[in-house]
């Protein structure tokens, strides 16, 4: 069992939907990283947050700690927010090395 | 400012050879990661620069995988000689040394071993 696991898989929607992917961990973690990475494209890092919630522009980011669980939320999906959303946690210590999730596939669909 | 530059962004080798990749992280960050991702599974972490220091190379698959980081700038990974089960795409993130400020990702290199 992987030490982050993201939910769903993959995920299509309409545009304007709501959308939002889970992610646990099992391990002690000093930060949670949100990333996307569209077709042919690199990784972009949007959030880091070790507590409550952030928020840039229509995406939203929370983790409970207590429950080592962090959610990601598309407000009014769009087309160009097609990628794939990847979950990472870090582990802080001398290394603060990243654990990945296996990602989240989203298409949304005009 | 210059993000994170990584060379080639797509290589094809014969089993048996050997291959370089390059990574230029952002200036003056001392943290320099190296990540992969082989297909349908997860990234993993490789190895871990602190300036020129390998500070973690846990994740090194064997020893047919060396990294350096002359002078604390760019670093390289080679593969010699290069197996099947090598192909994936290779990703680089810097950061800065002081903690919370993220990582920056570059474009990746994928590596085909055919």
């Known amino acids: 069992k992987n030490e982050v696991e993201q939910s769903p898989q993959n995920l299509t929607a309409q545009e304007g939907e709501f959308i939002t992917i889970n992610c646990s961990y099992s391990?002690?973690?000093?930060?949670l990283h949100w990333l996307q990475q569209h077709p042919g494209g690199g990784i972009v890092s949007l959030f880091m947050?070790?507590?409550g919630k952030k928020k840039h522009g229509r995406l939203i980011a929370t983790i409970n700690i207590q429950e080592k669980h962090s959610s990601l939320h598309i407000t009014a999906s769009h087309p160009r927010d097609s990628a794939v959303y990847i979950c990472?946690?870090?582990?802080?210590?001398?290394?603060?090395?990243?654990?990945f999730g296996t990602g989240t596939r989203l298409q949304v669909f005009p | 400012e210059a993000g994170v530059t990584q060379f080639p962004s797509h290589s094809v080798i014969e089993k048996g050879q050997t291959v370089t990749l390059r990574c230029d992280p952002i200036?003056?960050?001392?943290?320099l990661y190296w990540y992969r991702r082989v297909m349908g599974k997860e990234i993993k972490f490789l190895l871990h620069?602190?300036?020129?220091?390998?500070?973690?190379e846990s994740g090194m698959p064997n020893n047919r995988f060396l990294a350096e980081r002359t002078g604390g700038t760019y670093s390289t990974l080679k593969v010699q000689p290069a197996e099947l089960e090598d192909s994936g795409v290779y990703f680089c993130?810097?950061?800065?040394?002081?903690?919370?400020?993220?990582?920056?990702f570059g474009s990746g290199t994928r590596l085909t071993v055919v």
């Open positions: 993130a810097s950061s800065p040394l002081i903690a919370g400020w993220g990582y920056t």
């Open positions: 391990v002690g973690i000093s930060a």
């Open positions: 947050l070790s507590s």
């Open positions: 990472a946690v870090s582990l802080g210590g001398n290394t603060d090395k990243l654990i």
């Open positions: 200036s003056g960050h001392d943290n």
């Open positions: 620069f602190v300036k020129e220091s390998k500070q973690d």
